[in-house]
């Protein structure tokens, strides 16, 4: 019996923790979920470039390598990003809710990019 109760206060505190997230808050119809999540990718991909800047400025400090390792791994992570986001699209045929499933994609695997950079770069080792 404690599983489960452990188990279930662990799925709301993680569905809680989830539903805090912006682009949870896009809702309604289609239309008004596009352009919410729109405005959220635009926010997101500014941080990223932002913190990227930032992470380059960092890899600086070691050697050009890094700085050179660090612009091959933006642009096959880009790569990864555009792939990954396309083929969750694809699950939706030409469905209305595809653009939406792609827009919400990139927000998640943008965060984590930005994660793993301010992790990467910008903490003191």
Not at 81 to 87: G, I
């Amino acid at each position: 019996m404690t599983d489960v109760k452990t188990f279930c206060i662990v799925g709301i505190l993680a569905i809680s923790v989830t539903a805090q997230d912006e682009e949870s808050k896009c809702c309604c119809t289609t239309y008004d979920m596009s352009v919410c999540l729109s405005k959220i990718r635009e926010k997101v991909d500014l941080k990223l470039a932002d913190v990227y800047q930032k992470s380059l400025k960092a890899a600086e400090q070691y050697s050009p390598q890094d700085v050179n390792n660090l612009r091959d791994s933006e642009q096959k992570w880009t790569a990864y990003r555009d792939a990954s986001c396309n083929a969750e699209r694809g699950l939706w045929g030409k469905g209305s809710g595809a653009p939406n499933t792609w827009s919400a994609c990139m927000i998640r695997v943008t965060k984590q990019r930005i994660a793993d950079l301010k992790k990467a770069y910008l903490f003191k080792h």
